[in-house]
């Protein structure tokens, strides 16, 4: 008797234990539980490959410069000339090898007229001697002064403007006052009342 009473309980208890893991194994086929979340590191991010060869350095350009016009002789168009000459080499100096270089290139706008004439008789000069005649650009500036400019330009512009043949006309207005500041800038006038007279 007794032993069926030992018996009985430990079916109970067997019993209960089993009753209890179903109910869990139901509970868990209900809700499955989320899958764990492992520990190791996201694999890296790769980085775009890295060129060890030296950058390029930055190629430092000019601005395009203008060539002066040609020229031939016209005394009014000299000194624009000139200074347009002198600009351009000063500031594309590195297209220049020497100095001579620059003479022949100025030489190269003397198209026509007497400006022609004279370029030419420089290469005869050389020709005959050897030597070209004009071996710096100060020399160039100094003759070309003397050959195609008046040889008193403030007087020739003062009696322009002394003159009693100079007005308007059927000039444009802003073409007269162009021409009158251009010859008062010549003839060095100054003083506002005598501006005011020759306008």
Same mark, same amino acid.
């Given at each position: 008797?007794?032993?069926?009473?030992?018996?009985?309980? =430990?079916?109970?208890?067997?019993?209960?234990?089993?009753?209890?893991?179903?109910?869990?194994?139901?509970?868990?086929?209900?809700?499955?539980?989320?899958?764990?979340?492992?520990?190791?590191?996201?694999?890296?991010?790769?980085?775009?490959?890295?060129? %060890?060869?030296?950058?390029?350095?930055?190629?430092?350009?000019?601005?395009?410069?203008?060539?002066?016009?040609?020229? =031939?002789?016209?005394?009014?168009?000299? !000194?624009?000339?000139?200074?347009? !000459?002198?600009?351009?080499? !000063? %500031?594309? %100096?590195?297209?220049?090898?020497?100095?001579?270089?620059?003479?022949?290139?100025?030489?190269?706008?003397?198209?026509?007229? !007497?400006?022609?004439?004279?370029?030419?008789?420089?290469?005869?000069?050389?020709?005959?001697?050897?030597?070209?005649?004009?071996?710096?650009?100060?020399?160039?500036?100094?003759?070309?002064?003397?050959?195609?400019?008046?040889?008193?330009?403030?007087?020739?512009?003062?009696?322009?403007?002394?003159?009693?043949?100079?007005?308007?006309?059927?000039?444009?207005?802003?073409?007269?006052?162009?021409?009158?500041?251009? %010859?008062?800038?010549?003839?060095?006038?100054?003083?506002?009342?005598?501006?005011?007279?020759?306008?």
């Amino acid at each position: 008797m007794e032993r069926q009473h030992v018996s009985e309980s =430990n079916i109970n208890s067997t019993l209960a234990a089993l009753t209890m893991q179903l109910q869990q194994l139901t509970q868990l086929v209900a809700n499955p539980p989320l899958p764990a979340i492992p520990n190791t590191p996201p694999p890296p991010v790769p980085f775009p490959p890295v060129s %060890l060869s030296p950058a390029l350095p930055m190629r430092w350009t000019h601005p395009k410069l203008s060539y002066p016009l040609d020229f =031939n002789r016209e005394h009014h168009n000299g !000194c624009a000339f000139l200074n347009s !000459c002198s600009l351009y080499i !000063c %500031l594309a %100096l590195e297209q220049f090898h020497d100095k001579q270089e620059r003479i022949l290139w100025a030489l190269t706008f003397f198209k026509g007229g !007497c400006a022609a004439k004279w370029s030419e008789n420089v290469f005869h000069q050389e020709v005959d001697t050897g030597v070209f005649p004009i071996q710096t650009w100060g020399d160039f500036e100094q003759q070309f002064w003397l050959h195609f400019f008046p040889t008193n330009t403030e007087a020739d512009v003062i009696n322009a403007l002394e003159g009693t043949s100079y007005h308007q006309g059927s000039q444009m207005v802003d073409d007269y006052l162009d021409s009158f500041q251009a %010859l008062v800038s010549d003839a060095g006038y100054m003083n506002s009342q005598t501006l005011v007279v020759k306008f």
